[in-house]
């Protein structure tokens, strides 16, 4: 009974952590950039959804998603349209890759100088704390919704992709730019809000997070590895793949925290590897 409640509540888990990877998988789907800058931002989504309840304090904490997203969105929009998007103009196809990887040192930095290293975490009312029993096991309501809200996120997403004008014009810009530029398509345009959306579903993760365990401006780095890993266990481009990556990573560490409780991301470390081994494409990518 108490390894079927591991099990379980490791997949609740698994769904946060299938949001940290989707954003990262769009971004690198469309433009081809390895974001490194997404888990620092996930870290500072967190403070956000802190500092929206320092002006509405008494703000249901799944509302604070919603003013989240909206900043999380223009942030990345704006990142890419004035520092990445001439990043990825120049010759050297790193380019983008070291400017995010300078940007993620400045705003960790910028965090620690601006909010300090304590832990925070954000605490609205009884719902972070709540839970019941189902059918004798133990399940919490904020893991729950979390997979409730991780999975409405990857069905829009999915949706807006496949059967919406904008999905369309994304989908033929990640195919080829150059020609989509030709059918008056405007590829920097799509990159922006590719990157909004990316910053958004980061944004609801960071929130998220906050909710269920304590941050610091340092909480970025381990939330980037969980997000590489995510998307690679998935498989590149596919944003199901990602979902059961996370499942499968929260099960494991759970699991792993059950058999050795110092044990902390090791079992799910070890997933990864032994995965990549034997399946280096991931669960939906195709074999080589």
Known sequence: ???????????????????????????FGVTRIVNLLHGEFIALSAFIGLWVTTIAPGIHPLLLLLPVMALSFGLGYLLQAVLIDRAMRLADPLAPLL???????????????????????????????ASFDL??????????????????????????L???????????TADNAEVARLMGIKPTVVYNTVMGLSFALAGVA?????????????????????????V???????????MLGGIALGIAQLV???????????????????????????IFGTRS
């Open 1 to 27: 009974m108490v390894w079927v409640e591991t099990v379980i509540n490791g997949a609740l888990l698994g769904g946060l952590y299938g949001l940290f990877g989707v954003g990262l998988a769009l971004v």
């Open 99 to 129: 400017l995010t990887f300078g940007l993620s040192v400045i705003v960790r930095n910028l965090m620690a100088e601006l909010f300090g290293v304590s832990p925070r975490a954000i605490q609205q009312g009884d719902f972070p704390q």
């Open 135 to 160: 059918f004798g096991f133990h399940i919490g309501v904020l893991p729950l919704t979390t997979l409730g809200i991780a999975i409405f996120l990857f069905i829009l997403l999915q949706f807006l």
């Open 162 to 172: 496949r059967h919406t004008e904008l999905g369309r014009v994304v989908r033929a």
């Open 206 to 230: 960071g929130v998220l997070l906050a909710m269920r365990t304590t941050f610091t401006p340092f909480s970025g780095v381990e939330r980037l590895l969980i997000s590489f890993e995510v």
């Open 232 to 242: 690679v266990l998935g498989g590149l481009g596919s944003f199901w793949g990602a």
């Open 256 to 282: 792993g925290l059950r058999l050795n409780p110092n044990s902390g991301f090791l079992y799910a470390n070890l997933l990864f590897f032994v995965f990549l081994a034997v399946r280096p494409n991931g």
